[in-house]
Each structure stands twice: as C-alpha cells, then as structure tokens.
C-alpha cells in the first residue's frame, strides 16, 4: 500500500509560479512510475507529466502544452516528486494529482496505468 500526499497548490497570478509535491510512503519510492495529472471541472482526468525510476532510466516525460513550462523531479532520498510549475496560465487552473504505478512501466500517459494516486491539491490561477 502506497499512500501519497500532494501539497503547495494555490492560488496565483497569471505568468506566477508554484512547486508541487507529493510525498510518498514506503520504502520503494525510487521504484515506481511517477506522474502528474490534472483535471479542470467538468473535465476528464489529463496527463501532465511523468518520470520513469532510475532503474528505466529516469526519463521524464510531457504533454505538449506544459513542455518549456512545468519540470518534473523527484528526491528519492526524501520520497517525494515535484512538480515546479512556471509561467502559469489560466487555464492550468485544475486540482492536480500525483500518481504512482508500482509495477512495470507502459503508457506513462493514460491514468489505468497507475495504481496509487493522492488526493490532489487545487491550482488556481487568475488572469
């Protein structure tokens, strides 16, 4: 059982920056798939960002419209992922969830590939 816990989400102004984090339980943090989705009311559930374990190469991966804009990290050490968040628009307004998949990698991008997932923390930015 992995349990995670995302923070630093807010409220902030148009061309503003935030810092993601999630903190992860275990003892095999460094071991699984990380990703960040996002989904805005009335919306479906979007990929944000993922980045593989060391062992696949910690390889990190994004959409289109956050590429240049949003960096995804992790600290193993600590179990935690980030997501640093610069240049915000409004429509990044979305409660934004970080995910974890524990076993073999494959569609780092589609949401049944993780099997853990947070609560969220919502990110609001004003114009």
Not at 81 to 107: F, H, I, R, W
């Amino acid at each position: 059982q992995v349990q995670l816990v995302e923070s630093g989400g807010g409220l902030v102004q148009d061309g503003g920056s935030l810092r993601l984090s999630c903190a992860a339980s275990g003892r095999s943090f460094g071991t699984y798939t990380m990703g960040w989705f996002r989904q805005a009311p009335g919306k479906e559930r979007d990929f944000v960002a993922a980045i593989t374990a060391m062992r696949w190469g910690s390889n990190t991966y994004y959409v289109n419209f956050v590429k240049g804009r949003f960096t995804i990290s992790r600290d193993n050490a600590k179990n935690t992922l980030y997501l640093q968040m610069d240049s915000l628009k409004p429509e990044d307004t979305a409660v934004y969830y970080c995910a974890a998949n524990t076993g073999a990698p494959g569609n780092y991008a589609a949401p049944r590939m993780y099997n853990y997932w947070g609560q969220g923390t919502q990110v609001t930015v004003s114009s």
